[in-house]
C-alpha cells in the first residue's frame, strides 16, 4: 500500500489492542484508496490535518476497470456480494418474500440479481450500471437478466410497466444527500403502489464491525468527493421520508459489515 493507505491501515487495523482487526478479512482499505485516486487527498488530509480544497470529480472516469486496481477493487465487491447473497435471501425466502420484476440499481456485476433469480425471490431483473461495469467478463449473463448502461443521477428508464421492488445496494454513499433523494424519487416513481424498496448500505450505527467500515467510508468520501457520505439508520429512514412515501421498515437484516432494509409505502 502507498503512504496514505498505510497510515490508515495502520492506525485501523494494527492498533496494539487490535480492536479493528475482525474487520481487516471484510474490508480492503488500500484497493479502495488506490482504485479511486484517493492516495494523494489521503496523504495531504493526514499531513495537513484539513479536508482538500479540491474534490475528485464524480464524473465516474476514475472509476473505469483498466487498471490492477481497479480490477482488485471490482473482484472484491464481487466477494462481498457472493458472501452476502446467501445469507441475505435464505432470510428472505423464509419470510416468503416474492418479487415478479425488479430494478437493480447499481448492479455491479449482476451477482445479487443472479441470486434472487437463483432463490426464486424474482422473475426478472432490470441492471442498471455503467458501460464499464457492464463490460466487465464476470458480469452475469442470463436471460432473466436485462442489462442498461446508465448513471444513476440522471437515469430514464423504458416505459414499461411499474416493478415489484428496487434493489439499491452501496449505492447511496457515493452522492450528497440532495443526490439520494433525487435517486430515491425516481426510484419510487418507478415502483408499483404495493411495491417495496430494499436498501443495502453501511451504517454508522450498525453493530460490531459495521459502525468502523461506515465511518472509514463516510471519511473517505467527505474527503474525495462534493458531498458522499455514510448514515446512520435513521438519518436512511428520514431521507427516504422525505423523498418518497416508502418510510415504513417491512424488515432489516445485519450482515457481517452493512445492513439491508426493505420499506414500504407508510
Known sequence: MEAASGLAAE??????DRPCAALADQFDLGAILEFSGAVPIWESAVRTGRRPAQSI????????????AATHYFNGIRKLA??????????????????????????GTGDY????????IARDVLCVDQQYVIDLPARQRRSSLRWQAADLRRLSLPSEEPFDAVWISNVLHHY????????????ARNLASDGSLLIHEYLLDGAGTQALAAGVLGL???????????????????????ATPFNSIEFSLTLPISTVVILRRG
Open 11 to 16: 492506525k485501523l487495523l494494527t492498533a496494539p
Open 57 to 68: 470529480p464524480q464524473n465516474q472516469k476514475l472509476f473505469h476497470g483498466t487498471t490492477d
Open 82 to 107: 457472493l458472501r452476502n447473497a446467501p445469507q441475505l435471501f435464505e432470510a428472505l425466502s423464509a419470510r416468503r418474500v416474492q418479487f415478479g420484476r425488479v430494478l437493480d440499481l447499481g448492479a
Open 113 to 120: 440479481a443472479a441470486a434472487m433469480i437463483d432463490r426464486g
Open 176 to 187: 450528497s444527500a440532495r443526490t439520494d433523494a433525487e435517486i430515491l424519487r425516481r426510484c
Open 220 to 242: 473517505h468520501f467527505a474527503l474525495t468527493t462534493g458531498g458522499g457520505r455514510c448514515y446512520s439508520l435513521q438519518e436512511l429512514l428520514d431521507l427516504c421520508a422525505r
